[in-house]
């Protein structure tokens, strides 16, 4: 039970990734047949392969930025390009194997000294060696041309005319975020109904997946606050993304934390066994889970986010008195999300409620008026 439980929830995740990837995806395939074509036909290349490939590795999902990737593509190549000419000039000859060794070296150095950049550096010493294994007419200045087509049209693609929605990046990662909290509470619920101190290690366990998440979300946090400003989609609608931001990412280091200090908690009041859990912990523990599940829509939607009951609660043994803090923390934190998150919607629909209620009073009053004539 628990193996096909972790195939299923390996296979939302694959789902949810592949959700977030197949237009970056489609749009790198779409800009590497585009700079092929002009790179073929209007440069006059037979074989522009390296104006296909720069797009593909500008605009490949997953990157933090594609536009900046394009740029440290670009830099990297003519750094490279630079560097394989002037060492096929000014190198003496000697054994094949040590000019490849210099030459790479040389690249890499020369573009460490830009900055620590992964993009900049390895495009550098590979370019260096194309030009010198292959020949400056097929890996010189003409890869550079190649290069510059397939970054141009990254970087209309990934600027201009395909930027990717920022506030739905936003979205899908917090709903797998909230989707790995809820597999955290249903592992604890199903621990507390057990009595099973294993379980409730396998729940402590999964808080890993949920950190995953998280640095996932404020990945993603990160570039939509810089795509909101070196973007044109993204400057259009920077105001929601930063409020979008600034919410997700204290909420999520927030529930990560509480959430761990409950799962801690769990372990050591099942392990040491001192007292029993109350009987509503359990019930609650399944409602935390199921209000993370609609935050993460994984629910219909005549389900609604429900508030937990306090009243009910008696008072809490001392052996489990951190696992209900811990508890009653990412409760708060939960609630305090579903505000903040739908605020606007209550705002409109109060206004609404207003002006019916105003327009209701005016009828009243005429007929009220036409009634005393």
């Known amino acids: 039970m628990t193996g096909f439980q972790y195939f299923n929830n390996r296979l939302k995740q694959a789902a949810l990734q592949i ?22 036909s209007i440069l006059g290349h037979l ?24 740029i440290h593509v ?32 040389t690249g ?59 506030i ?47 640095v996932a979300l404020i990945s993603s946090i990160d570039i939509a606050r810089d795509n909101a400003r070196w973007s044109l989609r993204g400057r259009l609608s920077s105001r929601e993304v930063t409020t979008l931001a600034l919410r997700y990412d204290q909420t999520g280091i927030r529930l990560y934390a509480s959430t ?34 609609f935050l993460a829509g994984e629910v219909k939607k005549h389900h609604e986010f429900i508030k937990p009951d306090r009243s009910s609660r008696e008072e809490m043994p001392l052996a489990w008195r951190d696992c209900i803090k811990g508890l009653e923390l990412v409760e708060n934190t939960l609630a305090r999300f579903y505000k903040s998150k739908t605020r606007r919607s209550r705002l409109q629909s109060f206004r609404k409620r207003r002006i019916i209620n105003t327009v209701r009073a005016e009828l009243e009053s005429r007929k009220q008026y036409k009634t005393d004539i």
């Open 19 to 40: 959700r977030a990837s197949w237009k970056d995806a489609l749009s790198a395939g779409a800009a590497s047949g585009i700079a092929w074509s002009i790179s073929q």
């Open 168 to 214: 739905k990046v936003l979205r899908i990662s917090v709903e797998r975020f909230f989707h790995e909290l809820a597999n955290n509470f249903t592992l604890a619920a199903d621990a507390l109904d057990r009595r099973d101190a294993a379980v409730a290690y396998r729940a402590l366990n999964s808080c890993g997946r949920t950190h995953t998440a998280l």
């Open 260 to 293: 761990l200090l409950f799962c801690e908690a769990l372990v050591n009041g099942l392990k040491k066994q001192r007292e029993q859990p109350p009987e509503w912990l359990s019930e609650a523990v399944r409602l935390g889970a199921g209000n993370c599940c």
């Open 47 to 70: 074989h522009p392969i390296f104006a296909a490939m720069s797009a593909l590795i500008c605009l490949a999902p997953g990157l933090p930025n594609h536009g900046r990737q394009a």
């Open 108 to 166: 890499l150095l020369i573009a460490s000294g830009y900055a620590v950049i992964p993009a900049i550096i390895i495009q550098a010493g590979v370019s260096a060696i194309m030009v010198f294994a292959m020949g400056a007419e097929v890996a010189g200045f003409t890869r550079l041309i190649d290069v510059m087509v397939g970054t141009g049209i990254g970087l209309l693609f990934s600027q201009v005319l395909f930027t990717p929605n920022q």
């Open 74 to 105: 670009l830099i990297g190549v003519a750094t490279g390009v630079l560097v394989g000419e002037a060492t096929l000039l000014l190198l003496p000859p000697m054994p094949t194997e040590i000019r490849i060794a210099l030459v790479g070296f």
